[in-house]
């Protein structure tokens, strides 16, 4: 998911993301941070990048958590809290919402390796 970008404010901000997925992050948070008004930042990131800062984040999230459940071992809550979600019912209403997948069949598949990172979002 990561994507090289020419632009340093867009740059800096996929850095902040990827840096800290488990971090709130908001539009505005992230404008504050790279030095860019907040719609400046939207139509920029969404212009080079394909989709939204939160969308992106989003995606990034649900990539990681992928990763970690294909590594098993791990209870979903605890993968969910590592890629950023508060509480596996967060997780689960972004997955379904991305991907229709709920995270304990994703968790599955994923191990099964039947599905890969695309299909989870």
């Given at each position: 998911?990561?994507?090289?970008?020419?632009?340093?404010?867009?740059?800096?901000?996929?850095?902040?993301?990827?840096?800290?997925?488990?971090?709130?992050?908001?539009?505005?948070?992230?404008?504050?941070?790279?030095?860019?008004?907040?719609?400046?930042?939207?139509?920029?990131?969404?212009?080079?990048?394909?989709?939204?800062?939160?969308?992106?984040l989003m995606r990034w999230r649900l990539a990681l958590a992928a990763r970690t459940?294909?590594?098993?071992?791990?209870?979903?809550?605890?993968?969910?809290?590592?890629?950023?979600?508060?509480?596996?019912?967060?997780?689960?209403?972004?997955?379904?919402?991305?991907?229709?997948?709920?995270?304990?069949?994703?968790?599955?598949?994923?191990?099964?390796?039947?599905?890969?990172?695309?299909?989870?979002?």
């Amino acid at each position: 998911m990561a994507r090289r970008v020419r632009d340093p404010h867009i740059g800096r901000a996929l850095a902040l993301m990827h840096d800290d997925p488990t971090r709130t992050w908001t539009v505005d948070e992230l404008a504050r941070e790279v030095a860019l008004s907040r719609s400046a930042l939207a139509d920029r990131f969404a212009a080079l990048v394909g989709d939204p800062p939160m969308q992106y984040l989003m995606r990034w999230r649900l990539a990681l958590a992928a990763r970690t459940l294909r590594s098993g071992g791990d209870a979903i809550v605890r993968v969910a809290e590592r890629s950023g979600y508060v509480s596996e019912l967060r997780s689960a209403a972004h997955s379904s919402a991305s991907s229709a997948c709920h995270p304990p069949r994703g968790a599955k598949l994923a191990r099964d390796k039947t599905i890969n990172n695309s299909e989870l979002g």
